[in-house]
């Protein structure tokens, strides 16, 4: 096993931008591990009190940079895997998670989050970070735990997709906004183009789930990756067409839709089908379990694309 590190800079960063032409900045090997510094804040949310919250040398440097933009995330990457090819499975097992800045930010704008009609101002936050007692402190008053994640982990669509916003989470991952997939958890994402080409960035310090004022506490973090290729899909998971996750004590389907409604009815289609998969259960019974013993959440309500997981105890099946 080889390790490897991607820093930020504007030759790594992708700014709001999914895009199957945008060459790997790395290729590495199956089962290699990379390390990726990942940035947070595009200028209109950078503070005005600079000595209370420095900007990082590495995070002005792409601010001066100029770099096209799509979307509001930072994106570092993309990390090719070599030998992947569409319709393999890409194994992500988040091996770290580190805070990268001693702040945050949280807000909304107009015709943005949950309630945008309710809220039609601009308002933001800029919350301390303690990385060594791994808290954050509210202007507010209360002090709060991290349980730090990346809001944004894929690889690149299809070809055919063209140029997309960072915003929208899809078939490929990207904005999923899933607080479960902390270090210690896995991601399985398809590989839909040659190399895989996975991302990471929009680092959360915390977040609820459903994400409702559009932000979590949006901060830099530091991620250790191991990148697995499954060719074929693996036995395990043949054919993996959408994301799904894995926890210590959970395995985890996903959906995503404009309507919630239709996001709930995917995440319980994959959630379906993974059982089905896993044991010799008819699909009837796959059915019946998950309404006795899966629980299914609100990921996000704020990405366009909203989000539904569910979850399934590990040892109440296989």
């Avoid at 820093?7 to 390390?35: C, R, Y």
């Avoid at 559009?214 to 697995?228: C, D, I, R, W």
């Amino acid at each position: 096993m080889t390790i490897h590190h991607v820093a930020a800079n504007p030759q790594t960063i992708q700014f709001g931008i999914f895009d199957a032409a945008i060459a790997p900045v790395l290729t590495i090997e199956s089962g290699d591990t990379v390390t990726m510094q990942c940035l947070s804040g595009g200028l209109e949310v950078m503070p005005l009190d600079m000595d209370r919250f420095p900007i990082a040398p590495a995070l002005q440097a792409i601010h001066e940079a100029g770099l096209a933009r799509l979307g509001t995330h930072m994106i570092t990457g993309p990390v090719a895997v070599r030998g992947a090819m569409p319709g393999d499975m890409l194994e992500i097992r988040i091996e770290a998670v580190e805070p990268g800045s001693d702040w945050g930010y949280c807000g909304f704008r107009p015709l943005s989050g949950t309630i945008p009609e309710d809220f039609p101002s601009r308002f933001i936050s800029h919350i301390p970070v303690d990385r060594e007692r791994r808290t954050c402190r509210l202007p507010w008053g209360p002090e709060l735990a991290l349980s730090p994640f990346f809001g944004i982990m894929g690889v690149a669509p299809p070809a055919g997709y063209g140029r997309l916003s960072s915003k929208e989470p899809r078939e490929f991952g990207g904005n999923l906004d899933n607080k479960e997939l902390v270090a210690g958890t896995t991601l399985y994402l398809p590989v839909l183009v040659e190399g895989a080409n996975f991302c990471a960035g929009d680092g959360h310090g915390l977040q609820g789930d459903g994400e409702v004022c559009v932000n979590a506490l949006e901060m830099s973090l530091n991620g250790q990756f191991t990148l697995v290729l499954h060719k074929g899909g693996g036995a395990a998971a043949p054919l993996l067409r959408y994301p799904r996750a894995e926890t210590p004590t959970h395995w985890i389907s996903m959906g995503m839709n404009e309507d919630l409604d239709q996001a709930m009815k995917q995440a319980l289609r994959e959630m379906i089908a993974f059982i089905c998969v896993r044991t010799s259960l008819s699909r009837e019974q796959a059915y019946q379990t998950c309404s006795l013993a899966v629980d299914f959440r609100v990921t996000q309500t704020v990405n366009g694309e909203k989000g539904i997981h569910g979850m399934l105890r590990k040892g109440l099946l296989f």
